[in-house]
């Protein structure tokens, strides 16, 4: 009896201890370094601008160009994340790449500057290419780059760096929209130059120990989320086309009006990232998150042409949930099947964006319903979109399977765990290669007199060595270290 009493008084602490710092992780994501958050949010609202938004293409208020250049841009990164899938082994992205990423950014900027004034003729098509391929490369490189940040993080930290930025996106994008085409239109082109620049002076170390053992219920996760991705960026793509098909100063009033549903997402991920943990913070979205996107395809079959800036709404929160999700839940697989990023993330992404690029397509009917004439109906459209989302989310990626990757902490050994536990603190706090070794030692437990036999060294050496790895990391005692490498496991 006393033994089980024992067992759960250290289960106790250790929840509670896991807790304290899982709480501590999230407010120091928002104390420290705050201005990191910028990097991803301006990176996403140039996003939302290029691709799903409408003040870029204010100055010549052309419709068909403007659909024509967030297809082409869509099937720019489409190619872009393929390429760097395709020369993984060459291009492993595991660390941030400085140069890469400050190229991306320019070249992002000049191929949004080539998107802003309509063109015609043949060479039209020649600089919408050109354009497509150069805004794709930005956001392939920005996000891969970004998703070395997250997978490094701890969940706790990446899930406070996804949200507010998102949040930060959000308002970015309505101050631009708000704004004179002449002030909007050029800090759009900027803003991939300067969330590059931001992206490379972010703290890119390691702050977290483990690793997910691949097997064969691990790849079965993989084959079955790049299903769901297809599905979801099929069912986005179709409902964008449906908004984009609009004449331009139509697509903008109702864009305006249904990124209300944005803005609300948004909201939301980042209230409930303060209040949960990554498992309970993924489980919630994606409890909202599909419904919401269903719910909204039924609006859209039910309601009046006045009315359906809210069925879009609808999607639109539930979709920025759901990417959210998988954005947190691709850093986890990325960190925990020891891949580079451009190996797990670029796949995926590719697929989401081709995935949209039909969509878009049967949406806005440019050539695809001629080719499948059932599909001329929006409400055949719409119907299908909500039968292949429920079916897919119901039988094939699962709530279930999203928690499972999320909360799988086990490792290939609990040595390979403690062993990169102790790098990482070591690292983390400037510990010499000396002191690293007693550190370890330290953290197992052993005594002074162990210690000096072991790593053969004299009693002063010994103290020496200790009272600088308490002075470094800031602890009083031994426990105090135990409980630090705990926390890291």
């Known amino acids: 009896m006393a033994l089980g009493g024992g067992e759960s008084m250290g289960d106790t602490r250790r929840s509670r201890l896991l807790a304290s710092d899982s709480g501590d992780e999230k407010h120091s994501a928002l104390r420290t370094r705050v201005w990191e958050l910028f990097g991803f949010g301006t990176q996403y609202a140039w996003l939302l601008c290029v691709v799903f938004g409408s003040n870029l293409y204010a100055y010549g208020g052309d419709g068909d160009w403007a659909c024509k250049a967030r297809l082409g841009t869509i099937v720019g990164m489409c190619v872009t994340y393929l390429g760097f899938f395709l020369l993984r082994k060459r291009i492993p992205l595991v660390r941030i790449n400085r140069p890469l990423v400050v190229s991306a950014g320019i070249l992002g900027g000049l191929g949004t500057m080539l998107l802003v004034v309509p063109s015609a003729g043949p060479q039209s098509y020649a600089i919408l290419g050109v354009a497509s391929l150069l805004s794709g490369y930005c956001c392939a490189v920005m996000m891969l780059e970004g998703n070395i940040l997250w997978a490094n993080y701890r969940p706790e930290r990446a899930m406070m760096h996804i949200a507010p930025s998102t949040l930060l996106s959000v308002i970015f994008y309505y101050l631009l929209a708000t704004a004179p085409v002449f002030i909007a239109v050029p800090v759009i082109c900027v803003l991939p130059l300067v969330g590059g620049l931001i992206l490379t002076f972010s703290h890119h170390s390691r702050s977290r120990a483990g690793s997910y053992r691949k097997s064969e219920e691990a790849r079965n996760l993989e084959r079955r989320l790049i299903i769901f991705i297809a599905c979801f960026a099929l069912v986005i793509g179709c409902v964008f086309g449906l908004m984009a098909k609009s004449d331009y100063p139509a697509f903008r009033y109702l864009t305006n009006l249904a990124f209300a549903g944005i803005a609300a997402a948004s909201s939301v991920a980042f209230v409930l990232a303060m209040r949960r943990?990554?498992?309970?913070?993924?489980?919630?979205?994606?409890?909202?998150?599909?419904?919401?996107?269903?719910?909204?395809?039924?609006?859209?079959?039910?309601?009046?042409?006045?009315?359906?800036?809210?069925?879009?709404?609808?999607?639109?929160?539930?979709?920025?949930?759901?990417?959210?999700?998988?954005?947190?839940?691709?850093?986890?697989?990325?960190?925990?099947?020891?891949?580079?990023?451009?190996?797990?993330?670029?796949?995926?992404?590719?697929?989401?964006?081709?995935?949209?690029?039909?969509?878009?397509?049967?949406?806005?009917?440019?050539?695809?319903?001629?080719?499948?004439?059932?599909?001329?109906?929006?409400?055949?459209?719409?119907?299908?979109?909500?039968?292949?989302?429920?079916?897919?989310?119901?039988?094939?990626?699962?709530?279930?399977?999203?928690?499972?990757?999320?909360?799988?902490?086990?490792?290939?050994?609990?040595?390979?765990?403690?062993?990169?536990?102790?790098?990482?603190?070591?690292?983390?706090?400037?510990?010499?290669?000396?002191?690293?070794?007693?550190?370890?030692?330290?953290?197992?437990?052993?005594?002074?007199?162990?210690?000096?036999?072991?790593?053969?060294l004299s009693e002063s050496t010994v103290k020496t060595h200790t009272r600088n790895i308490y002075r470094k990391i800031g602890v009083n005692g031994k426990q105090d270290l135990i409980d630090l490498v705990m926390r890291e496991c």
């Open 277 to 456: 943990t990554p498992p309970r913070f993924l489980e919630s979205l994606d409890c909202v998150a599909t419904p919401s996107m269903t719910i909204g395809l039924i609006l859209l079959l039910l309601l009046g042409d006045d009315l359906l800036w809210i069925g879009f709404a609808c999607v639109l929160f539930g979709y920025i949930l759901e990417d959210l999700c998988l954005w947190l839940l691709n850093a986890e697989l990325v960190f925990r099947m020891r891949k580079s990023t451009s190996e797990l993330l670029a796949r995926s992404a590719f697929v989401q964006w081709g995935a949209m690029a039909i969509g878009f397509l049967i949406g806005c009917g440019t050539g695809a319903n001629h080719l499948v004439p059932v599909l001329a109906s929006q409400g055949v459209v719409v119907g299908l979109c909500a039968i292949v989302l429920i079916i897919v989310r119901s039988f094939v990626f699962t709530r279930q399977d999203a928690i499972w990757a999320i909360e799988a902490r086990t490792a290939h050994s609990s040595e390979d765990i403690l062993q990169e536990a102790y790098a990482i603190i070591a690292e983390r706090y400037a510990l010499s290669a000396r002191e690293t070794d007693v550190f370890e030692l330290m953290a197992r437990g052993r005594s002074g007199s162990y210690i000096q036999a072991e790593l053969s």
